[in-house]
């Protein structure tokens, strides 16, 4: 009976501490779940929501010429790494750059008989890689004028090294000053110019952007919170 009695006190110690670790877990998975809805979620839900919607549009206009290279994709993959604090996320709009990079070559091969190498598609990929480093550093000393020259300067990267690459490459182009500037201006005869193409992707950059900026201050604003490019980020 002596051996009973003491047995109990230590059963009883036992449930009761499976019922305070039961309390906890509980806690901890609330205190998850209002994280996950906290007012800054809705940023992240937006961002989310915006890219998704950017892919559509880069594939949704590949058979309209007047909107070539205009994509927001590279604006997006820039403004995740300005703005958005899981380093995951900025993976999404980078592989959706890359993917839909990969759908539309094979798509102008099949349909233009453009020559489609892998080479090429890892130039851009690398192109967009450097997008999220200009996002990085703009992240470190957010303003809108830190922001307008990191979109300037990505277009501007982007434009120099994918055209001199096709200058090395393409046996249209003489090696030589001349071929260099006609592959940074004019391109192809047969083609719209270069600078039409840049054009585009300058502009579809400072728009993106712009739209995707406004929407995150707009989200901060709604969520009650400071504005988002007045925060340093020194990570």
Known sequence: MGSLRSALPITRIRSIGRKIRGEDTAKRTKKSVHFIFSSYHPCMLLALALIVLSIAWRIATVDLPALSNFTPLMALTFCSAVYLRD???WLVPFVALILSDLYID??????FHYEWSLAGAVLRAACFAAAIGFG???ARRRSWLNLLSGTIGGSLFFYLVT?????IGDVAYTHDPAGWWQAMTIGHPE???TLWFFRNTFVSDLVFTGIFSIAMEWAALRARRESLLAKRVTA
């Open 87 to 89: 380093k995951r996320l």
């Open 106 to 111: 094979r798509h102008y091969a099949a349909t």
């Open 136 to 138: 990085l550093m703009v």
């Open 163 to 167: 055209n001199t690459a096709s200058w």
């Open 191 to 193: 083609f719209p110019p």
